[in-house]
Nanobody
Framework: QVQLVESGGGLVQAGGSLRLSCAAS????????LGWFRQAPEKEREFVAA????????HYADSVKGRFTISRDNAKNTVYLQMNSLKPEDTAVYYC??????????????????WGQGTQVTVSS
């Protein structure tokens, strides 16, 4: 019912910035809780950032606080992840996720209902 497509990944030097986008194909975008997760090789998928359906609540992993910003544009059915001051440790495949009728920013993988295919982010030292 909900299809998510990420874009904006690529190669960047440490200290640089990238902006990821996730476009959703759904009529219910406004009521979706949205999140970003990432997964490095041989590691579990981990929470990065999330925003509630009413854009009133956001939550960030400790590792990205002060560097990453999640935002949503309901008119464009798109959620963004602005990543600044990137570090090599940020290298991973980044996934967009949606929670049906999300009341708040969920941080657990199993709490999300829909997932994109991911976009690679590589940060060189």
């Amino acid at each position: 019912q909900v299809q998510l497509v990420e874009s904006g990944g690529g190669l960047v030097q440490a200290g640089g910035s990238l902006r990821l986008s996730c476009a959703a194909s759904t009529r219910t975008f406004n009521i979706l809780g949205l999140g970003w997760f990432r997964q490095a090789p041989e590691k579990e998928r981990e929470f990065v950032a999330a925003v509630s359906r009413n854009d009133a609540h956001t939550h960030y992993a400790d590792s990205v606080k002060g560097r990453f910003t999640i935002s949503r544009d309901n008119a464009k059915n798109t959620v963004y992840l602005q990543m600044n001051s990137l570090k090599p440790e940020d290298t991973a495949v980044y996934y967009c996720a949606a929670e049906a009728y999300g009341l708040g920013p969920s941080v657990k993988v199993h709490e999300y209902d829909y997932w994109g295919q991911g976009t690679q982010v590589t940060v060189s030292s």
